[in-house]
């Protein structure tokens, strides 16, 4: 029981000092099999999730400004016919090794961590840390963890051990800046059904960016690559993809990068949003050479994408927007880790629906809770769909951390939502579909959680058909793991 009368539960859905426990570095590589176990793993699941993350949110007790200027680590929890062996080691990068080396911070982070010294140790110091923690993707035969600026890490996916950089076969050209996010095509039609991976790069000008698209078949063999000219500065993240077409979401931003060479900030943090601009809509062919179309919406910002698809002339994509950048509100000199949730936005389900015949886009929100980390059944990625599984808050509106995971079934409108406060918080679901699935939500939701009340994680498995049954299995970790980012599921199983 944790409310009273005077403090309902909707104000006490976390207690801070413990959420902060979250943000407690990870120093420590496990390597074991998983014993401690509530409930029963399904013999069906086999299979090897991977999952990417800042762990290192001090170097030596110097605290950085921001957790996703940490260093990325990558765990992989592998199922293996009811039994679960769990591995994490983090990216050997160049910059990983130098700082464990020295014990001291040695390079500015993109979130706004300066070196020690003050203005003259980070004026003019631009060359910044490839810290691999955003992203984790096995393809091709290759594990790469991938952050969004600078050449991918492959990773031995057995060990976890760091093989080096990978630049994806030399698929890139100089000067363009690598993009986490990817979608994988089920069902490529230009490829006679096989999946095919599709990722992008952006080569940033002063007035213009070059985006350029790249679909990898299954072997990791380049099948296609094409790129058009976007004017103005293209900050994205995400993209969502369709049969024919890839689609872009261009946030009203400017980039203003003097305060960084300066010292004065990070390089996120010269990001400003365009007053009085639109939302740019870009919609990219993925046949032939034709023309890229340009619409326009509202003014709002976007990092991550559910899923889009097509119903004749109109294309539909779902997104978690927010009415403005959400990651720069930590100021300078100030501890993240005491950030007035009431000065976020809150991030929100919406639908955007795409008419190429007139050129005009339609917003309709689909759930105000706010949300992250979406996920849907890999099958139907760029295809209609039924089920969105999220992150969520645990109170139905304002900003919070994500605390519970629901499942949105957007033909009702129906949600399911299962909770882990007021002591778990949540990261980014996963969809693992049954491999005799009988319908689009036959399958189960992998999620790590923390459990702050005994500052470990679990990793959670829920029924995808009924979250409301609550958890199929929990297993508890021997260690905590720290706030991630994405991960990704592969069938083969690395133990
Ligand atoms: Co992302």
């Keep these: 029981m944790i409310a009273t009368e005077q403090e309902p539960k909707s104000l006490l859905s976390f207690d801070r000092e413990r959420w902060k426990g979250w943000y407690e570095s990870q120093p420590n590589e496990y390597d074991y099999w998983i014993e401690d176990i509530e409930g029963e793993i399904p013999p069906a699941l086999n299979g090897t999730l991977f999952r990417n993350g800042p762990a290192l949110f001090d170097i030596n007790g110097q605290r950085l400004h921001h957790p996703f200027d940490g260093d990325g680590m990558v765990c992989a929890i592998a199922f293996d016919q009811g039994r679960v062996h769990f591995c994490n ?61 600078a050449e991918h890490y492959r990773l031995d996916p057995k060990t976890l051990e760091t093989l080096g950089k990978d630049d994806r076969d030399g698929i890139w050209a100089k000067g363009d800046v690598s993009k986490t996010h990817y979608r994988i095509d089920p ?5 006679g059904g096989a999946p095919c991976l599709v990722s992008f790069v952006i080569k940033l000008g002063i007035l213009n960016c070059k985006i350029t698209i790249h679909e990898q078949d299954p072997t990791g063999k380049l099948q296609r690559s094409y790129s058009h000219i976007v004017p103005g500065f293209a900050f994205m993240h995400d993209l969502v993809i369709t049969p024919n077409y890839c689609i872009f979401v261009q946030n009203p931003m400017t980039f203003n990068p003097i305060p960084f060479f300066l010292g004065l900030k990070g390089a996120a943090r010269c990001l400003k949003p365009k007053p009085n601009s639109p939302t740019r809509i870009l919609v990219i062919p993925r046949h032939g050479k034709q023309p890229m179309q340009v619409l326009e919406t509202q003014a709002g910002f976007t990092y991550h994408h559910v899923n889009a698809f097509e119903q004749g002339d109109r294309i539909y994509v779902d997104s978690i927007a927010y009415e403005s950048e959400p990651l720069n509100k930590v100021e300078p000199g100030t501890d993240y880790r005491d950030i007035d949730f009431n000065t976020v936005p809150p991030g929100q389900l919406f639908r955007f629906t795409l008419n190429l015949a007139d050129s005009t886009v339609q917003q309709q929100q689909l759930l105000e809770r706010c949300c992250e980390f979406p996920a849907v059944h890999p099958h139907h990625v760029g295809r209609p769909y039924r089920y969105v599984y999220m992150g969520v808050a645990e109170r139905p509106t304002g900003t919070a951390p994500l605390q519970a995971i629901a499942k949105l079934d957007l033909t009702t409108g129906e949600q399911q939502i299962w ?60 260690h905590h793991i720290p706030y991630g980012l994405h991960g990704s599921w592969t069938p083969t199983v690395f133990n």
């Design 89 to 149: 080691r983090f990216v050997r990068t160049e910059g990983y090794l130098k700082e464990q080396q020295s014990e001291k911070i040695l390079y500015r982070g993109v979130f706004g961590t300066q070196k020690p010294g003050g203005l003259w140790a980070n004026a003019f110091n631009i060359k910044l840390k490839n810290i691999a923690n955003t992203h984790v993707v096995y393809w091709g035969g290759k594990l790469l963890a991938m952050w969004d600026a």
């Design 187 to 191: 069902n490529c039609n230009q490829d």
């Design 419 to 478: 909770s882990a406060a007021p002591h778990g918080f949540v990261g980014e679901p996963i969809f693992v579909p049954h491999p005799d699935a009988k319908g689009e939500d036959h399958g189960w939701v992998l999620a790590l959680v923390y459990d702050s009340s005994h500052h470990q994680s679990d990793v959670v498995i829920l029924d995808g058909r009924d979250l409301n049954q609550g958890a199929i299995a929990r297993l508890h970790l021997k």
